[in-house]
């Protein structure tokens, strides 16, 4: 008997229709004649938290850091504890001789089983199911070849390595830079990731470039001539080819231009001559599918998430069964798989994709291409079949098999680009006529050139299936030959102005492939580069792989690092503060993209055991040494000690400064008296410990140079220390050297801070309305009390929007919305997010909202249908809300005319991805909104008193503490840590 664990327990049920034989479903397993089927759900262990290794480590502090365990250990995760204990019980009995491991053929279902494996201990022999299709033709294939466990070790170690180094990285980065950046009035945390940072620092460099653009007016004269007997329109440009060859930077200059080609007083005609240069083009039609080309083309022509993409095409390949597995870095296929490449040309050309879709135009052109490939055999066989491009996986194409049901949603839209795709990479080239129209003005101010450009689809090619082209607009020919002048006149000049716009910013298509080739060059342009294979040397020194990078990105969106507008992205002030502080204190190991792509080299070297996995963690282990002492080591004075002010203070007229989160005036201030609040670490003896260590904490501050005299209150777990200086010193110095001196391992919370003092107090924040002020936001502000039109600053919803800042007779920020500026984003919309599920075609429920309608099921979504009619009243619910599947047993209340609503749902998941509670009611309008929940009001204690109501404190106890709150909160400010230690710092890459 041997044991095969799958990943998830559909891929389990998958198995057990798909095998040979009898299987009997039990209570977490299948078990046939000699197979037992049971599943993980995902991982059921997890790298221990760092209190789990020392108690004393539950407290975030600088001392305690580097946290570098000898020996990893792991835990079960909460809520895995059964179908693990089940797996175990299962591994160790006495008919089962194998275990099988069935997990995802990548990199993270490797650890997902070895992890499992080490767990149980069994000491039996493993295999390897390799799986790259999920057909019944391809398990039952994969399951007749069985590989050796011991042939993925490197697979295995790499894994780990990956898991480890992220904990290492995550934990210790997260914990040293919240400890030094967060502020007294934060929420979460400043996380940081082996991947996720240097990730971050190419969105931040793209934004400063976006923030740093100055816009300057140019003009442009367009023109409309007659010629051939035909008029046309045509732009002027100095050259028939180069940057900002249509612009005139010179407003006298423009003007003389369009006087010179108008004659004198608009009476005198122009001589002008027009002529035609033509050449042809050739396209190579484009390689097969990987996962991140495939999100790339997503991105641009959907405005699909990496995500989204990524989700559509696993459901593709798990629950329809129509793409091979999803998650591959791969462009060919192996030399032996041109028979099921003809299957599936097959398939498609008898009508497969359009059987397989729910709007069955999405798949016009595929069937008469697929026919064509097979009439004229398949092109491009070097490229497409190779063995030495093939990895773990192929290239993703289509399996030939058709899904139960129509697609629709994303899932459409994912399989119909995989399909295109695929015709595409066995068609020939496209050939163009490209047409370049130059009709020159003989004028007073000299021959002035107006350039026209079309051109025309010659020869399909490849393009008759994949990024079909719109219709031309073909110039009606001059009458004469190509290369000879053809008289002209001039019917209108017109002179238009325009200003100079910012760099585009990041889209995911452009940012996928930045990650890729670890670099943050200008790639927005990703659809001109037809020649895939020119980045495959850059591959294995990307961030991140293919099956990893969507992930990457959404956590910087959830951790308030980024922000999504539409198809863009853009880093946001916290972020841009992360890696600013990072490149200052030259932790380029962490924010350095082209150094994490080489640890990510590294990582593939274990994999083919050129390095060992000891090694690898040793080099890991080594950065984050040198991270934790710059992180200790830096001075806040010195990180912006060389740039000079940004413009005078409006309260009294001292230097203002940068800082790392705020633009202050320069006049530091200063106290002699500090408090410092203290709170140990709960349990059943910090009350009675508290006195000691106190007493033990004064002699040490006494001990302090500087320090005069020393007076502590205590109060159970709770005190304020007084420190009395013998000279008055810099407030935010000298709170954080006492801060270091006072900090303790029983301390849960150490905040030092100025009783008063004598500071000026102005600063301009770093983040104005989700806007990064730049340097020369905050000089122009200060010099002149307004920040003129500025683009970028961000709605709650994530939308971009224009406005002016102006400082008020307070010398506070007064915010001015300005119409019509144009900005680096781009403006195009993208749809939600729609998932395709199978469709039960059985009667559901009436329409509550007309009396001739039934709710039936579409891929989508669940609609009124009227019989005989293809519409109905327009009542529609979708199939997925807030990522959750809404199923018939969820809306029979809701479609219920006496009730309108769900019950109460627990799982639905916020744009922040957070879980929350709520329910669906039916409007009239035949939409849904939310409702939530009432607050529960506060219970009362059996002896009266309300269950939330804190004794009070003796005055002066309680005032001392509200003292040393303000002081700690007025004296550090922006540049303060805090001594919390809310949640761990690891990230998943």
């Known amino acids: 008997m041997k044991l095969v664990i799958a990943e998830k327990p559909s891929v389990a049920a998958d198995l057990a229709r798909a095998l040979p034989g009898t299987f009997r479903q039990k209570e977490g397993y299948w078990e046939g004649e000699d197979l037992i089927l049971s599943w993980a759900v995902g991982h059921l262990l997890e790298l221990a938290e760092p209190e789990d290794y020392d108690p004393a480590l539950k407290t975030w502090q600088l001392s305690t850091l580097p946290i570098l365990p000898e020996r990893f250990v792991r835990k079960v995760r909460p809520g895995q504890k059964k179908q693990l204990q089940l797996l175990k019980r299962l591994a160790l009995r006495p008919d089962v001789d194998e275990l099988i491991n069935a997990c995802d053929a990548a990199r993270e279902g490797e650890l997902i089983f070895r992890e499992i494996e080490e767990y149980i201990g ?141 004659g004198e007083g608009g009476l005198s005609p122009v001589p002008a001559v027009a002529s035609e240069k033509v050449t042809e083009s050739v396209r190579k039609p484009p390689p097969l599918y990987s996962l991140t080309a495939l999100q790339k083309e997503a991105n641009s022509r959907y405005g699909l998430s990496a995500r989204r993409t990524l989700g559509a095409a696993q459901r593709l390949y798990e629950s329809h069964k129509v793409l091979t597995y999803p998650r591959t870095d791969s462009t060919a296929l192996p030399a032996d798989y041109e028979g099921h490449v003809q299957q599936v040309l097959a398939v498609l050309a008898e009508g497969g994709a359009a059987r397989a879709l729910d709007e069955q135009e999405r798949a016009g052109g595929i069937a008469e291409a697929a026919a064509r490939v097979r009439e004229e055999g398949l092109r491009n066989r070097r490229r497409n079949f190779d063995d030495s491009r093939v990895g773990d996986h192929f290239a993703l194409i289509p399996t030939g098999n058709l899904p139960d049901t129509p697609l629709g949603g994303d899932d459409a839209k994912v399989f119909e680009l995989v399909v295109r795709r695929f015709v595409a990479a066995f068609l020939g080239p496209s050939t163009w006529e490209n047409v370049s129209r130059e009709t020159v003005l003989e004028t007073a101010a000299g021959p002035l050139s107006f350039f026209t450009e079309s051109r025309r689809l010659v020869v399909p090619g490849w393009q008759a299936v994949d990024r079909r082209p719109p219709a031309s607009e073909v110039l009606p020919p001059l009458g004469v030959p190509a290369g000879q002048g053809a008289a002209a006149s001039v019917v209108e000049v017109e002179l238009a102005e325009d200003a100079t716009r910012p760099p585009a910013r990041f889209t995911e298509a452009s940012l996928l492939k930045a990650m890729e080739e670890a670099s943050d060059l200008d790639l927005e342009l990703h659809e001109e580069i037809e020649d895939e294979e020119a980045v495959q040397a850059m591959k294995q020194k990307g961030l991140g792989t293919p099956a990893t990078r969507a992930d990457i990105i959404e956590s910087l969106i959830a951790k308030g690092y980024a922000s999504r507008s539409g198809k863009t992205l853009r880093a946001t002030a916290k972020g841009i503060i992360l890696i600013d502080f990072l490149e200052r204190i030259d932790a380029e190991y962490l924010a350095g993209a082209e150094q994490t792509a080489e640890m990510e080299f590294h990582l593939f070297q274990v994999e083919a055991g050129q390095r060992t996995r000891e090694s690898y963690l040793a080099e890991v282990a080594d950065r984050v040494r040198r991270l934790i002492d710059r992180l200790r080591a830096f001075d806040y004075a010195e990180l912006y000690r060389d740039e000079p002010p940004v413009g005078e203070c409006p309260v009294d007229r001292s230097p203002v400064r940068e800082g790392l989160k705020a633009y202050r005036c320069s006049r530091v201030p200063r106290s002699s008296r500090f408090q410092i609040a203290i709170r140990s670490i709960p349990g059943p003896d910090a009350a009675k410990l508290l006195p000691e260590r106190l007493q033990e904490l004064a002699a040490a501050l006494e001990a302090t140079p500087g320090v005069a005299a020393v007076t502590v209150a205590g109060k159970r777990t709770t005190a304020v220390v ?213 607050r529960a009001g506060r219970g009362k204690r059996s002896g009266g008193r309300r269950a939330g109501r804190k004794k009070s404190l003796p005055k002066k106890a309680a005032g001392s503490r509200k003292k040393a709150r303000a002081a700690a909160g007025k004296g550090k400010g922006d540049d303060a840590g805090d001594s919390s230690g809310p949640g761990p710092g690891g990230e998943s890459t």
């Open 122 to 262: 069994a000491g039996k022999p493993c295999s390897r199911l390799w799986l790259q299709s999920m057909t019944r033709e391809a398990i039952r294939e994969a399951f007749a070849g069985l590989q050796p466990a011991s042939r993925f070790d490197g697979l295995g170690a790499a894994a780990f390595c990956r898991a480890e180094a992220d904990w290492l990285v995550g934990m210790n980065a997260t914990r040293g830079i919240t400890k030094r950046l967060k502020g007294r009035r934060e929420r979460g945390v400043w996380s940081a990731g082996r991947v996720q940072t240097p990730t971050l620092a190419l969105l931040v460099h793209r934004e400063l470039k976006v923030l740093a653009h100055v816009p300057v007016p140019f003009w442009r004269l367009r023109g409309r001539f007659a010629a051939g007997g035909h008029e046309y329109e045509g732009l002027y440009r100095t050259s028939r080819s180069g940057k900002d060859g249509d612009k005139i930077f010179d407003r006298e200059q423009a003007e003389r231009f369009l006087a010179a080609c108008r």
């Open 722 to 934: 007084t420190v009395d200086l013998a000279e008055a010193e810099e407030v935010p110095a000298a709170a954080a050297r006492l801060e270091t001196a006072a900090e303790r391992p029983w301390m849960a919370a150490c905040t030092a801070g100025a009783e008063a003092d004598d500071g000026c107090g102005f600063a301009l924040w770093k983040e104005f309305r989700g806007r990064f002020i730049n340097r020369p936001v905050a000089e122009k502000l200060l010099a002149e009390r307004d920040s003129g039109p500025l683009e970028g600053f961000v709605s709650m919803r994530g939308d971009s929007y224009a406005g002016r800042i102006r400082l008020d007779e307070e010398n506070k920020l007064v915010f001015e919305a300005v119409q019509g500026l144009r900005g680096g984003d781009g403006q195009d919309r993208v749809a939600p997010e729609l998932i395709s599920y199978p469709v039960d075609e059985s009667p559901f429920v009436p329409c509550p909202r007309c009396s001739d309608g039934r709710i039936v099921e579409t891929p989508t979504h669940f609609v009124c249908r009227r019989d005989g009619a293809a519409e109905g009243c327009g009542l529609s619910m979708p199939r997925t809300v807030c990522k959750r599947e809404m199923r018939r047993e969820d809306l029979r209340s809701y479609f219920d005319p006496e009730v309108g609503h769900t019950d109460w749902i627990e799982d639905f998941i916020s744009r922040k991805g957070r879980p929350f509670t709520a329910r669906l009611v039916r409007q009239e309008n035949g939409r849904h909104r939310f409702e939530f929940k009432p």
